[in-house]
């Protein structure tokens, strides 16, 4: 392991990029699509899987972890690698957005968020301190700066104002952050759908100076071209010699056009949410498992797909058991879905350092159908 | 594979013996604890770790895959082997058990019984040549006859009734089963709790002859004397050199009580099922991983237990997942289980082959807590 953590910029094809991320739990090749592991576990998979899949770095919610099982009793098992048996980077999130997606519940002031337990109902304050301090505990290869989610749609004048909120709690994040150098901290960018905002954030957010930036607040509702915008404006203001994230984004369809206008990183909960709920995807386009047409079809998933779920079972029994209630499916729909992204990502790497992804993306918004 | 279809006598220690099945899809080391695998998946779990934790044959419930997704759709598929991805060998039961299980809603018939389905309620009829009719078109290794299963308690009246209906329906069920050598048919020995109608329901099933013979309608409810007392008087009724079957038993005492009885193979749910609920299986008894005492307990599941759960996990992790609500518990405590079942009749085996079970038998019960 060397010992420099940080990104580093291999090459680039118009606006996307390939790069490295050296982190304290190894190194990570980007772009990439990191999965969410919610509660310490990516849902209903294992850390082996993860690994058989190809996953280089996995997401954990300090939110959740915090009310469940608590950041204190993860750090005193060993932190969140041990208790979760996952030795490969793990980037956790602020705990932000979980808070303001209840915000109805919930109340901002200047110093942190008040805000009810999903769990029990009782009352906690997250601020940008209380945000490190989990993060510290949880022991991330990757923390992220305890920042304002605005909603979607929100005023001009309310996003100007959270904005200067963000960046004072930006600084108030690397501040508090322990200065081990085991856990890199990222800055995020925020903004909405307005670009002279989003500039502003990210002039604000890169004075204070991070490893790394994240781009906050998209993909909450937006119309996707908004969300093209946002990224086509905001991104060339990011230093180039750091690594760029688009926070909780999207589709198969998101990550080839987000790589396109130059981000390295992902994460989003869709190919297990999804899988749970029948969807698997494909590079023609997802297929709901659970139609009809699909009983007596004994084709995998998806042809010349290696994983272990194409080598082995026919959308036929993946119907079945998905009709039949059985966890097993549940399983090998995210199974499949995560090796879907994850070699995606690969193609996507590999179609850069070929100096062709202008062409792959072509290719690939031809043939995949559904958004 | 050899020719040779049946059961093989090894050795014996006392009432206990060893032995070896040899079946279409391989062979089978008896005594042997068979998963269950309801709808055409052991719950929670692969094909893939079902043969890591050293599963050699899973059982298949007709009830349900007649109706759901429906015996004919999955003959189109290949078969049972084939829709679920298990090239190992597969046992069926008849369908009998469920459908008497509802008894309330169901009929019996001399030609067979009424039911209505518990997924929508349609009307069936199920008889022992339909029996026979899903059995060969699921292509199970061994396919069991259809018997009347008789709750507890019930008349001695009725369960010599019983006992002839069951006679004649296992006639019916040999005449019916294609003359196939790749499934073989056994069959059942019914007779509640009265030894009378234990021994001449052993020498009308034996009359008919079957490669193998079940003990049916045990551990429904009776004292577990009763059960071992039924044990003593039907097991030396049957033949020497076939295969012995307990159906649907049981703990992990059941288990080493009943090879202590003779007995050559069980299933049963309750290591799966069990586990869902936070049961986890070890050698000093179950663990509720659900209680707090867990919470921040580093050890794994069992000291010296070599599964994956156990070289991973925490039992603090794994009550965390399963507080969490998060699936990959429910598959950890199946794993788990499944794993303790077969390395417990690992040891027996390996105890009856060095004449010391006895001695085994008196250790385990001694240090095993819970019944």
């Known amino acids: 392991m060397s010992e420099y953590r940080g990104f580093e910029l291999l090459g680039t094809d118009g606006a996307a990029r390939t790069g490295k991320l050296y982190l304290t739990h190894g190194e990570v090749e980007t772009p990439i699509f990191m999965p969410v592991g919610t509660q310490g576990t990516v849902k209903t998979l294992s850390p082996h899987e993860l690994k058989d899949i190809g996953a280089q770095i996995i997401l954990g919610n300090t939110y959740h972890l915090y009310l469940?099982?608590?950041h204190k009793l993860i750090a005193e098992m060993g932190g969140l690698h041990t208790f979760s048996s996952?030795?490969?980077?793990?980037?956790?999130?602020?705990?932000?957005?979980?808070?303001?997606?209840?915000?109805?519940?919930?109340?901002i002031t200047e110093e942190g968020v008040f805000f009810r337990s999903h769990i029990d109902g009782s009352r906690h304050f997250l601020t940008p301190e209380l945000s490190m301090e989990i993060q510290n505990a949880l022991g991330s290869d990757i923390m992220m700066a305890f920042d304002e989610c605005v909603p979607y749609p929100a005023e001009h004048g309310y996003v100007a104002q959270s904005v200067?909120?963000?960046?004072?709690?930006?600084?108030?994040?690397?501040?508090?952050?322990?200065?081990?150098?085991?856990?890199?901290?990222?800055?995020?960018?925020?903004?909405?759908?307005?670009?002279?905002?989003?500039?502003?954030?990210?002039?604000?957010?890169?004075?204070?100076?991070?490893?790394?930036?994240?781009?906050?607040?998209?993909?909450?509702?937006?119309?996707?071209?908004?969300?093209?915008?946002?990224?086509?404006?905001?991104?060339?203001?990011?230093?180039?010699?750091?690594?760029?994230?688009?926070?909780?984004?999207?589709?198969?369809?998101?990550?080839?056009?987000?790589?396109?206008?130059g981000i390295d990183m992902f994460d989003c909960v869709m190919p297990t949410r999804n899988g749970r709920n029948g969807m698997i995807f494909t590079w023609d386009g997802p297929l709901n498992i659970k139609n009809?047409?699909?009983?007596?079809?004994?084709?995998?998933?998806?042809?010349?797909?290696?994983c272990y779920v194409c080598r082995n079972f026919s959308r036929a029994y993946l119907r079945h058991l998905y009709k039949a209630g059985e966890i097993l499916a549940l399983r090998l729909n995210s199974y499949h879905n995560l090796?879907?992204?994850?070699?995606?990502?690969?193609?996507?790497?590999?179609?850069?350092?070929?100096?062709?992804?202008?062409?792959?993306?072509?290719?690939?918004?031809?043939?995949?159908q559904g958004r």
């Open 339 to 368: 090796h879907f992204y994850l070699t995606l990502m690969e193609s996507v790497r590999r179609a850069i350092r070929e100096k062709r992804y202008e062409a792959f993306r072509q290719e690939f918004l031809l043939r995949y």
């Open 292 to 306: 009809a047409e699909f009983s007596r079809d004994s084709r995998p998933p998806e042809t010349d797909c290696s």
């Open 164 to 261: 200067e909120r963000t960046t004072r709690w930006a600084k108030r994040c690397k501040e508090a952050h322990k200065k081990n150098e085991e856990q890199l901290l990222f800055g995020i960018v925020q903004g909405g759908v307005y670009a002279d905002l989003r500039a502003e954030s990210a002039s604000r957010i890169r004075e204070i100076g991070f490893p790394g930036y994240a781009l906050g607040g998209l993909s909450v509702g937006e119309p996707k071209e908004l969300m093209h915008e946002m990224l086509e404006c905001t991104v060339p203001l990011l230093p180039e010699h750091k690594a760029r994230y688009l926070m909780g984004v999207g589709t198969p369809v998101d990550l080839v056009e987000g790589v396109y206008r």
């Open 68 to 70: 469940r099982p608590g």
């Open 86 to 107: 996952w030795d490969r980077p793990i980037l956790t999130d602020s705990g932000g957005f979980q808070v303001f997606s209840h915000l109805g519940l919930n109340k």
